[in-house]
């Protein structure tokens, strides 16, 4: 296990951290969720030992690490730009952390190639990064962290530099290759799409603070604050309450509770409908079901009645 | 038009500035054949000049290796207080000329200043002998290495230095095995235009070494001297072989140069 606790720092007046502490347990792989600025690297850096935290205490697996060098820490450490040693080959840039330990040139030459199989990097040992794609020098720079058989495993967005498609690949590939290694495993990325998909559990960070800390289910089921809920998903209002656009019931005629509706726009997107609507001519959405827009027959111009389903989740939002 | 008028004020510039004096070296030296031009460098004063200078030149870029990769790393990579003014002084020898470095040394290393008689005292002799020349050629080269290595310092940046930290790489493994082979056409040509220079000083060395023949003087001082007396066959001579040495330097520039844009 990884436990940080009351960790701040700051950079000149700004405050990364404000009094951190979060348990992020062993063998699994754990998503810092969060908008920039909101010191998710900050703390990956600090555990990695590449920054030092103005107060706290960071242990890794019982041991007492804050003022340990980076070296000592025996972690792995991803960038998000790869730091690929870009005058070694593939093999010389995953034999780094073994050559520095001075291990046997034959156990190296196993390792790396056992390492560059996992990474399907096997047929490309003798290039250089920069004959490499995105995608492939990020599997590269993994290989490397996993070469000297880190405790923890710490990738700082690393899928922020790669396009939309490579993303997706590595994201499930990531997922796969940690069930197969065990290691754990902490990355920091902005897109809840990309935690809630590969995570086992996230934290949502913010202002330099821990918001939650749950499973993706449980964020997204319970959210803990309506910051929290707006990150993790889409959110609309109806009349005064924060809540999912699936959770919201749209009836013909008025109910006790209901709020009056008009109907701007019929969306038809594949499965889903979505009804662009104003409530006393302020804008809202909600998401139905293609079976429930048939029924409703909705057209712009129409009055609904709109409530919110109170098995969702919502928040009474201050007007 | 424009395009050939332009093309052709350039190549008359050249020829007037720099191949006219320069082929005329080439054709006065071997006005009387090649023996005499070996006559003149084989003289026990030419052989001399030419050891004193590679002896200063090999030195002093070894000095400027060592410092100048120092310095660049501590700009680069460091905050401290008066980083800036750090910064400024590197080029202070490009703006101050070579004989005030020289007058300068004087005044901090001769024989009748301080800090040059207690080193006088103790029989170190800086000022009229190779240790002065030395550093009155490290200090007109100064610049030449940091700012060769500054710009790919900034650069290639610190990440790849803190992946081999993570890795279990002391700084110095993590220097040595990552920044410097990242940084090395940088250094190197750095280094060959620091040798250029070193081989090619004139004020500064001419004020600090007192100019005496076979102990102190380096080949420019021997050009000079040379020509002073009349002896325009061995001036000529050694002009050349210097000339072509910085033909030399420059093709190796010019071939580490394209290396370094690759990168």
């Keep these: 296990m990884i436990r940080v606790s009351n960790v701040s720092k700051n950079f000149g007046s700004f405050a990364a951290l404000r009094d951190v502490s979060v348990d992020i347990p062993s063998g699994a792989l754990t998503a810092l969720l969060g908008p920039s600025g909101g010191g998710k690297s900050t703390l990956l850096r600090i555990i990695a030992g590449l920054e030092t935290p103005d107060s706290g205490i960071i242990e890794i697996q019982g041991h007492d690490s804050t003022n340990l060098s980076p070296q000592r820490r025996n972690v792995g450490f991803v960038f998000q730009h790869y730091a690929a040693f870009k005058h070694m080959t593939v093999f010389g840039n995953v034999a780094f952390g073994l050559e520095i330990r001075k291990r046997p040139k034959a156990e190296i030459k196993a ?209 | 038009m424009a395009r050939y008028g332009l093309r052709t004020i350039a190549l008359v510039y050249l020829l007037f500035l720099l191949v006219l004096p320069v082929a005329l070296i080439f054709w006065t030296t071997f006005a009387d054949g090649i023996g005499p031009v070996i006559d003149a460098l084989t003289t026990p004063s030419a052989l001399h000049a030419f050891k004193v200078t590679a002896q200063v030149a090999i030195i002093s870029v070894i000095l400027n290796t060592l410092f100048g990769v120092g310095t660049a790393v501590l700009l680069v990579r460091h905050e401290f207080p008066g980083r800036r003014t750090l910064n400024m ?105 620091s040798l250029a220079r070193s081989l090619g000083e004139y004020g500064a060395v001419a004020v600090v070494s007192g100019r005496i023949k076979d102990q102190t003087q380096t080949l420019t001082l021997f050009v000079e001297e040379r020509f002073q007396n009349f002896d325009q066959q061995a001036a000529y001579a050694a002009a050349f072989a210097m000339a072509v040495v910085a033909v030399a330097t420059l093709l190796l520039i010019t071939l580490l140069r394209p290396r370094e844009d690759d990168r």
């Design chain 1, 111 to 319: 390792r790396v190639n056992e390492l560059l199989e996992l990474v399907h990097l096997e047929q490309f040992a003798h290039r250089y990064p920069a004959q490499l794609s995105g995608g492939q020098r990020q599997r590269m720079a993994l290989a490397r962290a996993l070469a000297v058989e880190p405790k923890v495993l710490l990738l700082d967005e690393p899928f922020g530099a790669l396009d939309a498609q490579v993303r997706k690949e590595l994201r499930s590939w990531l997922r796969r290759l940690h069930d197969e290694v065990h290691v754990t495993t902490v990355f920091v990325t902005h897109d809840q799409e990309e935690a809630m998909e590969v995570a086992d559990e996230i934290v949502v960070m913010a202002g330099g603070e821990v918001q939650q800390v749950g499973s993706p289910d449980d964020l997204y089921e319970r959210p803990a604050s309506e910051f929290v809920m707006s990150f993790l998903g889409p959110t609309t209002r109806v009349g005064g309450t924060l809540v999912r656009p699936h959770d919201v019931e749209v009836l013909m005629a008025p109910e006790p509770g209901t709020v009056t509706a008009v109907v701007q726009r019929v969306v038809r997107l594949g499965f889903e409908v979505r009804l662009d609507l104003s409530v006393d001519d302020e804008p809202t959405w909600v998401q139905i079901t293609r079976d429930q827009a048939r029924q409703l027959a909705a057209r712009p111009g129409d009055r609904v009645h709109l409530r919110a389903l109170t098995a969702g989740v919502a928040f009474e939002v201050a007007v």
């Design chain 2, 89 to 193: 002084l590197v080029d202070l020898p490009i703006a101050v000329s070579p004989v005030v470095v020289g007058l300068a040394l004087i005044l901090v290393y001769g024989r009748f200043a301080p800090m040059g008689g207690w080193l006088a005292d103790r029989g170190i002799d800086i000022i009229f002998s190779l240790p002065g020349m030395v550093l009155a050629t490290v200090f007109v080269c100064l610049p030449l290495v940091v700012r060769a290595v500054t710009p790919v310092l900034e650069e290639i940046g610190t990440e790849q230095e803190q992946a081999a930290w993570t890795l279990g790489a002391k700084p110095w493994q993590a220097f040595r095995r990552v920044t410097l082979p990242a940084i090395r056409w940088a250094l190197a040509y750095g280094m060959v235009l």
